[in-house]
């Protein structure tokens, strides 16, 4: 083959290689409008977290809910009864007849988890963008995010966080860190309010 149509088709193979490689962006975008064009979500969850330092995973359940575009209320019904409510970067904690409350800015280590499922649920990208190395992969109809934290010393701790859907509703959230701990969040199904 001569070198000119060899240069030329290597070309066209890098451009091919290249598009290939961008081909998820326009269906990330559609999806961060659907997931954007949502204002409310109801639903039920269950949340399993797997810790070395325990011989049995802890297990929970209770109802999820969402008002765009920050507002996030997850009530844990059992084993038992806590709300935790998100609202305007002021997370409050209820357990009992007690209420804990922190502005994030106060706690930057604790932004990325709630802004991993936040600005997802918000269709967010300069936010998931910000915080996260932001992967994607399938269709409209299943989906996964990879988020994989910018900060170095959350890196650390925080393999990544996956997120999996189909269009505009998430199935599951799973937070693996580095030391092999992970909890895995199932959404679903929705609730009537």
């Known amino acids: 083959m001569r070198p000119r149509r060899r240069a030329l088709l290597l070309v066209l193979l890098g451009i091919a290689g290249a598009a290939a490689a961008e081909a998820p962006a326009p269906v990330l975008d559609e999806l961060l409008k659907l997931l954007a064009a949502r204002q409310h979500g109801h639903v039920a969850f269950t ?12 297990e929970s359940s209770g109802e999820l809910v ?18 935790l409510t998100l609202d305007h970067g002021v997370l409050s904690a209820q357990r009992g007849h007690r209420t804990y409350v922190l502005e994030l800015r106060a706690y930057p280590q604790v932004v990325p988890f709630v802004e991993s499922i936040r600005a997802t649920l918000a269709g967010d990208r300069a936010t ?15 989906w996964t995010l990879q988020l994989v934290p910018r900060d170095a010393a959350l890196a650390a701790a925080v ?28 959404l679903g199904p929705e609730l009537t309010p």
């Open 47 to 58: 949340e399993v977290q797997q810790l070395a330092v325990l011989e049995r995973p802890l």
């Open 159 to 186: 393999r990544d966080i996956r997120i999996s859907g189909e269009r505009a509703a998430i199935h599951t959230v799973e937070i693996r860190q580095s030391d092999g701990d992970r909890s895995l969040l199932t």
């Open 66 to 83: 969402y008002e765009a575009p920050d507002r996030l209320v997850k009530r844990t019904l059992k084993p038992k009864a806590e709300t």
């Open 128 to 142: 998931l963008e910000r915080l996260f190395n932001v992967g994607f992969d399938g269709t409209l109809a299943g």
